[in-house]
């Protein structure tokens, strides 16, 4: 499976950005689907996963409240809307899917791409 990752940009601290993930096919059912991130001199970190049917989400704690996932299944495209952006959300941000992205069980991995949020 490839991934497509697009939507990274430079904003200010406040403003919204929205990621999207096309995926060339849907291995299974139960895959999920999301985004991890790594920031200048840190290890890569989770961000948020969703399964194709919509109803498994997950979130790490530093993006809840801001950040909102979705899929669209017949689109294979999955998109991450980020609002309320701050600083330390500036990352690589790599598009992911596997069983649980969530615990790394990660199949296929995604170019990624910058955003950056200036302060």
């Known amino acids: 499976v490839q991934l497509q990752a697009s939507g990274g940009g430079l904003v200010q601290a406040g403003d919204s950005l929205r990621l999207s993930c096309v995926a060339s096919e849907r291995l299974f059912s139960r895959y999920t689907i999301g985004w991890c991130r790594q920031a200048p001199g840190k290890e890569r970190e989770f961000v948020a996963q969703?399964?194709?049917?919509?109803?498994?989400?997950e979130y790490a704690d530093s993006v809840k409240g801001r950040f909102t996932i979705s899929s669209d299944a017949a689109k294979n495209t999955a998109y991450l809307q980020m609002n309320n952006l701050k600083p330390e959300d500036t990352a690589v941000y790599y598009c992911?899917?596997?069983?649980?992205?969530?615990?790394?069980?990660?199949?296929?991995w995604g170019r990624g791409t910058l955003v950056t949020v200036s302060s």
């Open positions: 969703i399964n194709w049917s919509g109803d498994n989400i």
């Open positions: 992911a899917t596997g069983l649980r992205i969530a615990t790394t069980a990660i199949d296929a």
